[in-house]
Nanobody, 119 residues
C-alpha cells in the first residue's frame, strides 16, 4: 500500500510564504512525475506545478515566478515553496505521484492540505 503524507498548509497573510511537503511511503517504486494540484472552493481540481524524474518543471501561469516545486528522490518527497501568496491561492492542495513500471503505472493522491491566504 502506498501512502502520501502532506504537511505545511495553514493560514497566511497576503504576501506571505508557505512550504508544502509530500512524502511517499510504502511499496512504491519507479516514481516518475510528482505534482501539486489545487482545488479552490466551488471549483475543479487544477494542476499547479509538476516535476518529472529528470527534474523538469512546469507551472500554471497563475503561479509562475512565485511558486517553486522541487523533489528529493532519496526521500521520495516533493516540495512546493509558495511565495508572494495571494487570496486567490486559497484552496486545498493535493500531492499526486505517478509511479510504477512502464507497462503498469499507478496514480496516487494525498489527503490534501488546506492553504488559506487572508488578512
Amino acid at each position: 500500500q502506498v501512502r502520501l503524507a502532506e504537511s505545511g498548509g495553514g493560514l497566511v497573510q497576503p504576501g506571505g510564504s508557505l512550504r508544502l511537503s509530500c512524502a511517499a511511503s510504502g511499496r512504491i517504486f519507479g516514481i516518475n512525475a510528482m505534482n501539486w494540484y489545487r482545488q479552490a472552493p466551488g471549483k475543479q481540481r487544477d494542476v499547479v506545478a509538476t516535476i518529472n524524474s529528470g527534474g523538469t518543471t512546469n507551472y500554471a501561469d497563475s503561479v509562475k515566478g512565485r511558486f517553486t516545486i522541487s523533489r528529493d528522490n532519496a526521500k521520495n518527497t516533493v516540495y512546493l515553496q509558495m511565495n508572494s501568496l495571494r487570496p486567490e491561492d486559497t484552496g486545498v492542495y493535493y500531492c499526486n505521484v505517478r509511479w510504477g513500471a512502464p507497462a503498469t503505472s499507478f496514480n496516487s493522491w494525498g489527503q490534501g492540505t488546506q492553504v488559506t491566504v487572508s488578512s
